[in-house]
């Protein structure tokens, strides 16, 4: 069972999500505004959020803001704004994935359970301190922490698991697609580009020039593959 929390002002939309993942088996917890669910975020151990971003007190983008400040918590977006600039910002401030309006809560739920046996697998299996360059980057994946020159980088959740993705296919390029099926699952039906914008962020906090990077490479009409010395 998973802690959830569901953030959403529209209380009929709200119950709906919690009886079916609570059907599934998981525990969930619901506020209407954002200032709330900040408190109840403070006060409990959740393992996804559930972000509606028209609130009434303030924006969803902000609650994305803070919790990203404090958390590399699972947020999934809720948002009538279906616009690519719309997604491309969602993603940019911390979300995972980016829903929108109307959606089918039995596609959210099945999503949310792929997320959960996908976290427990990765549980299950053992992995090792990883270190590049000397140690100036450091990957360790039972922590699921970055850091940079002994500093720890704040990444989302998505984020590590495309640096450790191309991290694990050393000497491979994977292809958006390949990336997406092994991330995101075979039945993501967001837009390819999605890896583009977390590639740019993960180049914004590890790459030294961003624009002729060493770690996160560009392999044009291809992919990526990662070219860190270990």
Do not use: W
């Not at 997320?115 to 301190?129: G, N, P, Q, S, V």
């Not at 914008?197 to 990526?224: A, L, S």
Request: net charge negative; aromatic share 8%.
């Amino acid at each position: 069972m998973s802690n959830i929390l569901i953030i959403e002002d529209e209380v009929s939309v709200s119950e709906v999500l919690r009886a079916y993942l609570e059907k599934e088996g998981h525990k969930v917890s619901t506020a209407i505004r954002g200032l709330e669910g900040l408190e109840l975020f403070e006060r409990l151990d959740f393992k996804l959020i559930i972000l509606d971003l028209m609130l009434p007190d303030i924006s969803g983008e902000e609650v994305c803001k803070i919790i990203r400040e404090k958390s590399n918590v699972h947020i999934f977006m809720l948002t009538a704004k279906g616009a690519l600039n719309d997604r491309v910002e969602g993603l940019n401030i911390g979300a995972d994935e980016y829903l929108v309006k109307p959606f089918s809560p039995r596609e959210l739920t099945a999503r949310v359970n792929a997320l959960f046996r996908r976290l427990d697998t990765e549980k299950k299996e053992d992995k090792e301190e990883l270190l590049f360059d000397d140690g100036r980057l450091t990957v360790d994946y039972d922590k699921r922490l970055i850091k940079i020159n002994g500093e720890e980088v704040s990444f989302t959740p998505n984020e590590f698991d495309i640096l450790y993705t191309l991290i694990i296919n050393k000497g491979k390029v994977l292809s958006r697609e390949q990336l997406i099926d092994k991330i995101f699952g075979i039945d993501f039906d967001g837009y390819d580009r999605t890896v583009d914008v977390h590639i740019k962020n993960i180049r914004k906090k590890i790459e030294e020039d961003t624009r002729n990077p060493k770690y996160v490479i560009t392999v044009i009409k291809v992919g990526y593959k990662f070219g860190g010395e270990s």
